[in-house]
């Protein structure tokens, strides 16, 4: 161990040891505060500096295997970013990156999850230029990209390491053995096991969360003694060739080969992930996007350990609420309809509604009343556009408006959508949620994931019905996340039971700061790995378990 290493597990054992505690008690914890106000405020004029220092340059970012430049991302904003990044040669990168996994390998589980803190709180120490790359890579507003792209994604990163770490120190690592012979001396054998990594782990990143989702998988492949190439999407560079710039920096300030992490950047239309996730090198995979290129993934790198992240149908079983909690309930589906314009894995989408109306109390609100309500209260958090774009971001991509126009014709509209005027940012695409109202026989229209905001009423026979549709759907096509409002436990319990089966996390009678959008590192999980919408959890045993193997050796004693 060289002394910088040796400096790091000492600096780091005492947040290893809280969050290992942390994911045993499942109790609040974090590590690195979400609070804007609690970095020094200059920091926030550095990060705009650098993230405009660096428009239509280059990004400082030396690896092996260099053979050229590419980069053509636009901001959501409105304007090109015009920077490049070095364009990888697999053939000469690969073996590089394979040629320090020794030394990494033989330094043992507590060194490398005190390198990954140690990246992962210089990364901190830098979110404020994280949140510069997020929100103009995603289109998150910038509140939201300082807490997802920066604070919320290092606590997701730094949950990976110790789940890794909690992993490979399931037992000793030597240990005599000796079976009793009776009369005859014992036989005693010396063994010994080493955690034996998989080789290189592929991230392949996404668009709109690139740090968020992109960090469990990297943390926990790098912990558990893999190399990691960062293959970021092509829109959404930045926030992950920063995220490779520390990483390389810190494994080379503790003495370890700084190409254990690289950038694979692509050229336009150059497919790269579909390229690289087919190398015999690549024997961990992650992955999350389309369910289209994440079914191919998990049919065709079959000399990976493929783990996917894919689309579903998040569901909100409504029953009935109390008369005070209605209007807190409509304020907050608002809210999750709304966020980042439902350009999350997590948004609602299918809201069930029996046809005969909902009770509040001891009235019964009509499914037509239910959905001018919900209308009602979208429109009035939306109304001012300065604050429907802290709600809202900007659109992503363009096939997002395509999507509004076709959901203009299906079902009836309760909710039109709007275009709303930046008034930071004139020359970007914001639009206010749609909503439409359909009826539960209409399953061709909701049984798949229409990405961002349209959302759907669905009138059906009774609650037992949305529950039995619920279970349906969510088993069949997937989701992340479900709600259920009621005021009858009998229902919250069905839908519990039902939830068991379909494997979606379930979020009861929200109203307050907490969102079914939202997660917390530490105490949720993020996907079950029972549905089609995820083949595994952020994070738990299982998804860093199989990134590793113990191998042994023995000798007479």
């Not at 500096?49 to 428009?55: I, K, M, S």
């Not at 991302?73 to 070095?86: A, D, K, V």
């Not at 065709?300 to 005070?324: H, L, M, R, W, Y």
Request: net charge negative.
């Amino acid at each position: 161990m060289t002394g910088n290493a040796a400096d790091l597990v000492a600096r780091h054992r005492p947040t290893l040891d809280a969050a290992l505690a942390a994911i045993r008690t499942r109790e609040f914890f974090t590590h690195f505060p979400e609070q804007i106000k609690a970095y020094p405020q200059e920091r926030a004029a550095a990060g705009k500096a650098w993230f405009d220092g660096l428009l239509g340059g280059e990004f400082p970012l030396e690896q092996a295997g260099t053979d050229g430049r590419v980069g053509a991302e636009r901001s959501p904003y409105g304007f090109e970013l015009g920077i490049t990044y070095p364009h990888a040669d697999a053939d000469a990168l690969l073996p590089a990156m394979a040629a320090g996994l020794p030394a990494w390998r033989d330094a043992g589980a507590e060194v490398r999850a005190a390198v990954c803190v140690e990246i992962l709180t210089q990364l901190n120490e830098l979110s404020f230029e994280v949140s510069y790359a997020a929100m103009h890579t995603s289109g998150q507003a910038f509140g939201m990209a300082f807490q997802a792209a920066g604070p919320h994604a290092q606590d997701r990163g730094l949950e990976a390491v110790v789940y890794g770490y909690s992993a490979m120190s399931s037992h000793v690592s030597q240990a005599v053995w000796e079976k009793p012979q009776g009369s005859r001396p014992p036989i005693r054998l010396a063994k010994k096991w080493v955690a034996v990594p998989r080789g290189i782990a592929l991230v392949i990143g996404c668009n709109t969360f690139p740090t968020w989702n992109g960090y469990p998988g990297l943390f926990a492949s790098l912990v558990t003694g893999n190399a990691v190439l960062v293959k970021p999407h092509p829109n959404a560079i930045l926030p992950l060739a920063l995220t490779v710039q520390v990483a390389r920096r810190v494994l080379a300030e503790a003495g370890f080969d700084p190409n254990l992490v690289a950038l694979a950047a692509e050229a336009p239309q150059e497919g790269l992930a579909k390229t690289l996730a087919l190398r015999p090198e690549v024997r961990i995979i992650d992955f999350t996007g389309s369910n289209e290129f994440g079914d191919w993934l998990e049919r065709n790198a079959a000399q990976a350990q493929v783990f996917t992240e894919k689309a579903g149908v998040n569901t909100i079983i409504v029953d009935s609420f109390a008369p005070d909690q209605y209007p807190a309930a409509l304020d907050h589906l608002a809210f999750s309809l709304s966020l980042y314009t439902a350009q999350m894995c997590t948004s609602p989408q299918n809201l069930l509604v029996p046809r005969g109306g909902v009770r509040v109390g001891d009235e019964v609100k009509s499914f037509e009343q239910f959905g001018a309500d919900l209308a009602a209260a979208v429109d009035k958090l939306l109304g001012d556009d300065a604050r429907a774009t802290a709600v809202l971001g900007a659109v992503v991509n363009l096939f997002i408006t395509e999507r509004l126009a076709q959901a203009e014709g299906v079902g009836k509209t309760v909710l039109a959508s709007r275009v709303v005027k930046h008034p930071e940012f004139p020359e970007a695409t914001v639009r206010t949620p749609l909503i439409a109202a359909v009826d539960a026989a209409d399953a061709s229209v909701y049984e798949h994931e229409w990405f961002g905001p349209v959302s759907f009423l669905i009138a059906t026979e009774d609650t037992k019905h949305s529950i039995e549709l619920y279970r349906r759907t969510v088993s069949q096509h997937g989701a992340l996340t479900a709600a259920v409002y009621s005021t009858d436990e009998s229902v919250v319990a069905a839908a519990e039971e039902a939830t068991w089966d379909a494997g979606a996390n379930l979020s009861i009678n929200l109203t307050g700061a907490v969102y079914m959008n939202q997660s917390s590192g530490f105490s949720d999980y993020h996907g079950t790995g029972l549905n089609p919408a995820a083949n595994a959890t952020y994070t738990d045993h299982g998804f860093v378990a199989s990134r590793f193997r113990f191998v042994q050796s023995r000798r007479p004693a």
